[in-house]
């Protein structure tokens, strides 16, 4: 699931990498955001993401489970955009800090 | 400042679009926090970072000058990874708010 799914946007060229590397995420979140309508994400939704488009990264994102296994139900509870934004910085951290180590 | 100084990673064609993604989101951070020698962003280089890097979802961004101004010094505060991340995660939620008006 998710896989190729994302609407791209028109103008796309225009923007600059980095606003492109922002727009990927967001429609990532939107990919897997199914049963919340693009509002919000499932834990068990949050995890397919992570594996599937994190594979490299989801050994950083180490406290996931604990991180989303508070909010309840795996196929119930709805993860807000903020907090999936919050899970990518986890990972991103640990990307860091794998990096630096090298 | 900040053009074309990030290294590339030698297996980036291995990545995940949305691993690429946070990678360039994290080299952007890198490629400012001259100051703070990659560990930290003054408030100032924040500001840079925004102006050059985001310039369509700048205005998604309207309370950065709030958020950084409470940091401090914008020459000397230093503002760690997380809250970098925070703010381009405030650009994300704008730039869905402004998608999803259309």
Redesign the interface.
Known sequence: MGFGCCKKRKNSQ?????????????N?FHCYAVKGRKECITPNELRDLVGQ?????AESVGTLDDKIECHGDGDEAKLQ??EY??V??D???G??VTKSKK
Chains 1, 2 share one sequence.
């Open positions: 225009e923007l600059t990498d980095v606003e492109r590397a922002i727009e990927i995420v967001i990532n488009r994190l594979p490299h990264l955009f903020g934004w919050s990518m910085g990972a991103a951290k990307c860091r």
